[in-house]
């Protein structure tokens, strides 16, 4: 199956030796998911042997995905195959931990699905943690809501408010913990937010949700800036900003909204977007 894969190079004097990301997000996975896309995915990543992957979230698109016997089997199938590439790090989002029901949406706890995962070799999952990599001075740290994700995303609909009560706290604390002489990476599923805080000692944050502001592959690389047609999460949102590609935040640090593995698998999207990925490839300046 074809990819779009999306590419971004950075530059950065904290590193000792270029280094390549490969990330992933909302896959949206459920019994309607195009499963040749896994393995497209798979087959992409052992081709390219990048030092390091990434899923931003919404791994599924509902949370009752995961106490689904064979879904639950093939996604984990799947992370053990990228991690048998390169060591990947996972983070959850508001689909992989809310579940629709009647048309309502409730809080379920995935807690148990993503600690097993942890079992898997090679695979980290973070939920409000730093992982410290053997090499490089680089670490990685993860955001993660929990059971406050319904109050976040479908009470408050990401307000400014709900973000400094249910996430700015969870930020604050990683940060304070982490070598500001070290390349820092926060992994965070919506940039909504985030993108327009500051940040302190991150020198790369890494979204997804935004579902590229529903801009075709084809119109990416020629529309500049990181604004998108729209964006339905909640309400509807016309022209967002940050919701696609990178863009620069305070103390020159970097974000990066990464386009969507699948368009919440409605069928006429499916006909206008590609699965997509990208690439962040890392260069030391020293």
Same mark, same amino acid.
């Given at each position: ?7 971004h ?46 899923i ?67 695979v980290?999952?973070?939920?409000? =943690?730093? @992982? #410290?990599?053997? &090499?490089? *001075?680089? +670490? ?7 059971? /406050?994700? $319904? ?41 909504? =937010?985030? @993108? #327009?805080?500051? &940040?302190i *000692?991150? +020198? ?7 579902? /590229?502001? $529903? ?24 022209f ?24 919440? *698998? ?15 490839h ?5």
């Open positions: 199956m074809d990819l779009y894969l999306k590419k190079l950075i530059y950065n004097d904290k590193i000792n030796k270029d280094f390549t990301i490969f990330t992933l997000s909302d896959l949206h996975i459920d019994k309607n998911f195009n499963f040749e896309i896994l393995k497209s995915l798979i087959n992409e990543a052992n081709s390219s042997k990048p030092h390091s992957i990434f931003l979230g919404d791994l599924v698109n509902d949370a009752s995905v995961l106490f689904d016997f064979n879904l639950k089997g093939i996604i984990k199938d799947f992370i053990m195959s990228l991690g048998l590439i390169s060591p990947v790090f996972i983070i959850r989002g508001e689909r992989d931990l809310l579940s629709k029901e009647n048309k309502c949406w409730k809080s379920m706890n995935t807690d148990s699905f993503y600690e097993n995962l942890k079992d898997i070799n090679n980290h999952v973070l939920l409000n =943690n730093t @992982f #410290n990599l053997q &090499f490089n *001075n680089v +670490s990685i740290s993860g955001q993660d809501l929990g059971k /406050n994700a $319904y109050q976040f995303y479908k009470m408050y609909d990401e307000c400014l408010e709900a973000y400094f009560y249910y996430v700015s706290s969870d930020i604050r604390k990683m940060e304070s913990a982490i070598d500001p002489n070290n390349f820092n990476m926060l992994l965070i599923h919506s940039p909504i =937010n985030p @993108f #327009n805080r500051e &940040f *000692n991150y +020198s790369l944050v890494l979204s997804g949700h935004m579902l /590229n502001g $529903y801009v075709p592959c084809f119109l990416d690389n020629i529309l500049p800036g990181d604004v998108g047609f729209f964006m339905t999460n909640g309400k509807l949102r016309l967002p900003r940050n919701s696609r590609g990178k863009v620069s935040l305070d103390r020159q640090a970097i974000g990066i909204v990464c386009p969507p593995v699948n368009y919440d *698998n409605n069928n006429i999207l499916k006909k206008l977007y590609k699965p997509s990925a990208s690439y962040i890392v260069k030391s300046t020293k």
